[in-house]
C-alpha cells in the first residue's frame, strides 16, 4: 500500500516527539522522514501536525489519522509473523524488578503482543535478589535485575547502565529537615543500601518515612515535598531536582540493569531479548569478573 512508510514515520513521530528521534526508530534521515510526511499530507490533502521550533502537535486529522494507523500498522504485523512464522509460539517466563516491570515492560510486551500474538509472557515481579535465586533454581526464562556497577560477580548480560542520585521536589524544603525523611525501596535494593551508607558515614542523622518496593510512591512523596530518596537519573522529572553538594549530599555510585538467560534461548526467548535490548538501546555485553562486593537489588 502506498501509504504504508509514511504511516509508519507519522506514527513513529507521535510517539518519540519528534521528526529527528522517529528517523533514528525508523531507520531513516531526517530529511527522509519529513518528505514521507510531505507525501502522505498530499495525499490525504490535510496538515497532520502544527510545527513549532521547540515540538509538534497533531492536528485534529493527524489525531484521526493516528487511531486508524496504528490499528493497520498492528494488523500488518501480525499478519507477517503469522506468514513469515507460523510456528513461532510458546510460552516464557519473564523476571523484572519493579521499577523495570513499570516503566519498561509494557513496551516491549505490547511490541511482542502486535508482532507475535502467539508468543505468551507471563511476569513475575520481584526484587534482584529473589529474582537471581528463582532464575537458579529453573522457575524463569528471562529474567532483568538490578545490580551494583562495582561487584564481584556480573550475572547474565549487561543491558544498560545508570545513576543514582538523590532527589527532592523542585523548590521543596524536605531535604533540609532533621532527621532527614527519606522514602525508599525495601531492604535490599541497591539504591537503599548506597543512600544509608553514605548518610552513616557522613553522621547525618535520617529516618525511613516511607518504604514501598514501588517506585510510584517515591515519586509521590518527592512531589509533595515529604522526602528525598536516591533514584536512578532516568527517573527525574520536570517537578524535580537532582540534590547535590550544595544542598549536604554527596555523589552515589552507578548500578547495572543486566540480563539472565539460563538456558540455550528459544525462538520465542531470542524474539523477547531482542525487544528487550531494543528497548535498552545498545547490545548487551558479555560479563567480566570484577573484585568488589555483590550488593544484588
Not at 528517523?23 to 519529513?34: F, H, Y
Not at 544542598?247 to 531470542?270: A, K, N, Y
Request: charged share 20%.
Amino acid at each position: 500500500m502506498g501509504l504504508s512508510q509514511g504511516k509508519l514515520a507519522f506514527v513513529a513521530i507521535v510517539d518519540t516527539g519528534g521528526f529527528g528521534s522517529a528517523a533514528k526508530k525508523v531507520n531513516r534521515t531526517p530529511s527522509a522522514v519529513s518528505m514521507q510526511i510531505k507525501k502522505l499530507e498530499g495525499q490525504l490533502r490535510t496538515s497532520l501536525f502544527v510545527r513549532s521550533s521547540q515540538h509538534v502537535a497533531l492536528t485534529q486529522s493527524g489525531e484521526k489519522l493516528l487511531f486508524y494507523a496504528r490499528r493497520l500498522l498492528a494488523m500488518s504485523n501480525e499478519v507477517v509473523a503469522q506468514l513469515l512464522t507460523p510456528d513461532l509460539a510458546g510460552l516464557v517466563t519473564l523476571g523484572a524488578p519493579n521499577d523495570i516491570a513499570e516503566r519498561t515492560l509494557p513496551r516491549v510486551l505490547k511490541e511482542i503482543d502486535d508482532a507475535y500474538p502467539s508468543i505468551t509472557v507471563n511476569v513475575v515481579v520481584g526484587n534482584s535478589e529473589t529474582l537471581i535465586d528463582r532464575a537458579a533454581m529453573g522457575q524463569l526464562d528471562l529474567t532483568i535485575v538490578n545490580f551494583a556497577s562495582d561487584s564481584a560477580v556480573e550475572p547474565g548480560e549487561l543491558l544498560a547502565s545508570e545513576q543514582i542520585v538523590w532527589v527532592g521536589s523542585k523548590g521543596g524544603i524536605a531535604y533540609r529537615r532533621e532527621p532527614l525523611p527519606l522514602a525508599l525501596y525495601g531492604s535490599g535494593c541497591i539504591w537503599r543500601e548506597a543512600a544509608v551508607k553514605q548518610l552513616e558515614e557522613s553522621g547525618r542523622r535520617y529516618r525511613i518515612a516511607y518504604a514501598s518496593n514501588h517506585s510510584m510512591m517515591q515519586r509521590s512523596v518527592i512531589g509533595a515535598d515529604l522526602a528525598v530518596a536516591p533514584l536512578p537519573a532516568s527517573y527525574v522529572t520536570e517537578d524535580m531536582v537532582v540534590l547535590g553538594k550544595m544542598e549536604g549530599f554527596s555523589g552515589l555510585p552507578s548500578f547495572d540493569i543486566r540480563m539472565i538467560t539460563v538456558t540455550e534461548p528459544t525462538p520465542p526467548m531470542q524474539i523477547i531479548i531482542e525487544r528487550i535490548k531494543a528497548v535498552f538501546g545498545g547490545d548487551m555485553r558479555s560479563s567480566l569478573p570484577r573484585k568488589t562486593k555483590c550488593i544484588p537489588k
